[in-house]
């Protein structure tokens, strides 16, 4: 009978031979879990980042003291993820615990059903001073690299996050059947790092990585994780030109996800005259991805929000992109700038107003995004020449 490491390499290669590349997915629930494989994920990685993910804190919790990070993952996983999954589930080790015995507890890692471990929380993330007085106390990166060891002699799999190329060829020596280049934190929504590398350098650094990868080892899976890569054109930008068989992801399957999506959901419900929420739900599930996309997310989003305050700043955070390049990129594809289609779609549409219902002037301007009226009377008449209420008088006179 062949071991979970055999069977699941051999499941993976099967799967890079079919699809060309593989997708892992960090979780820290059951639903995230469940509905990543039905889209086609490869495998699981339950993480007690994951699971902080969840509660809606950042997953730099699963580096504090909250909780032991090893319990928190049996529990969880144990419940929601080992008992329906069909694909390989891994387990975030913290192999640094001072409370367990690393060889004792990867076999009850074993017994338990998970196919392999991944080496998370790793002291990769951590630098500095900090880093330096760790390792003075014994608690270092060489114990996740023991944890891989063990784990690949016991006949699980193993997934091996990495920084640098000397950990690349620790992990392989050590038995690693993917090596997993990690990029940081990763960027993007309410609660990613602040802080992150271009695409370009990290693409750089992977290919550095493979390159002592394939020297090694030709055949070791290679993948990608976090930093700047969270959209599918990344991946794809990633993947031109160097030797990556995968990429996994966690904030970008659960975390970033959610936050886009629950606020429009329950904004439908609020405002239920809203007939335009399916299409632009649509268009975040199917993905952001062309420039055209971007014009037109943005286009419809001024159309369902034009009574509210809206920013160039807050459609950027929307979309993950800099508030600059959006503002370059609309005024290229649309001949005027982002602030001038604004104010004349508010102004068109309060022209509507006027010509279908009667209202008060202040009313029209609230329902266009204008509290102050005089406001709105002093750019109407910038644009159409003459102030609202001249503009009813003429309009009635025309009829």
């Known amino acids: 009978m062949k071991d979970r490491k055999e069977e699941t390499l051999l499941y993976l290669?099967?799967?890079?031979?079919i699809n060309k590349h593989i997708i892992g997915v960090a979780t820290g629930s059951g639903l995230t879990a469940k509905y990543a494989e039905k889209g086609g994920a490869?495998?699981?990685?339950?993480?007690?980042s994951g699971r902080f993910r969840q509660m809606g804190v950042s997953s730099l919790a699963a580096f504090l003291p909250f909780t032991n990070s090893n319990d928190l993952v049996m529990n969880y996983a144990l419940k929601e993820i080992i008992p329906s999954a069909k694909v390989p589930v891994l387990f975030g080790l913290s192999a640094t615990d001072p409370t367990i015995n690393l060889q004792l507890y990867i076999k009850l890692i074993k017994e338990k059903g998970f196919s392999g471990i991944n080496n998370y929380p790793t002291i990769g993330l951590i630098d500095g001073r900090f880093r330096e007085a760790l390792e003075e106390q014994g608690i270092s990166y060489e114990q996740e690299v023991?944890?891989?060891?063990?784990?690949?002699?016991l006949g699980l799999f193993t997934v091996a996050f990495v920084f640098n190329e000397r950990q690349a060829i620790q992990m392989i020596e050590a038995g690693a059947d993917i090596i997993c280049v990690h990029l940081g934190l990763t960027v993007g929504g309410v609660l990613g790092a602040k802080q992150i590398q271009s695409l370009q350098s990290s693409?750089?650094?992977?290919?550095?990585?493979?390159?002592?990868?394939?020297?090694?080892?030709?055949?070791?899976?290679?993948?990608?994780?976090?930093?700047?890569?969270n959209k599918p054109i990344d991946?794809?930008?990633?993947?031109?030109g160097i030797d990556a068989n995968g990429y996994i992801g966690g904030s970008v399957f659960e975390r970033i996800p959610a936050e886009q999506m629950i606020p429009y959901v329950t904004q439908s419900f609020k405002q239920a005259n809203d007939v335009k929420y399916e299409e632009l739900i649509q268009k975040f599930i199917d993905g952001i991805s062309t420039q055209d996309d971007y014009?037109?997310?943005?286009?419809?989003?001024?159309?369902?929000?034009?009574?509210?305050?809206?920013t160039l700043n807050e459609l950027a955070g929307i979309m993950n992109l800099s508030r600059s390049y959006l503002s370059t990129l609309f005024k290229k594809e649309m001949g005027i700038s982002f602030t001038t289609y604004l104010i004349d779609y508010r102004i068109n549409r309060a022209i509507e107003i006027l010509q279908e219902?009667?209202?008060?002037?202040?009313m029209v301007a609230e329902l266009v995004g204008y509290s102050n009226y005089a406001q709105f009377s002093k750019i109407f008449k910038s644009r159409k020449g003459v102030s609202p209420s001249e503009y009813i008088k003429t309009n009635k006179k025309t009829k």
């Open 13 to 17: 290669k099967r799967q890079m031979k």
């Open 42 to 48: 490869d495998f699981i990685l339950a993480l007690s």
């Open 146 to 153: 023991t944890a891989i060891r063990i784990a690949s002699s």
């Open 203 to 229: 693409k750089r650094k992977a290919a550095n990585i493979f390159e002592v990868c394939n020297e090694i080892n030709p055949h070791v899976i290679k993948m990608i994780y976090g930093g700047p890569v």
């Open 235 to 240: 991946v794809q930008f990633m993947y031109d």
């Open 295 to 310: 014009i037109d997310f943005m286009k419809k989003y001024i159309g369902l929000h034009y009574s509210e305050p809206i």
């Open 357 to 362: 219902k009667s209202l008060t002037l202040n």
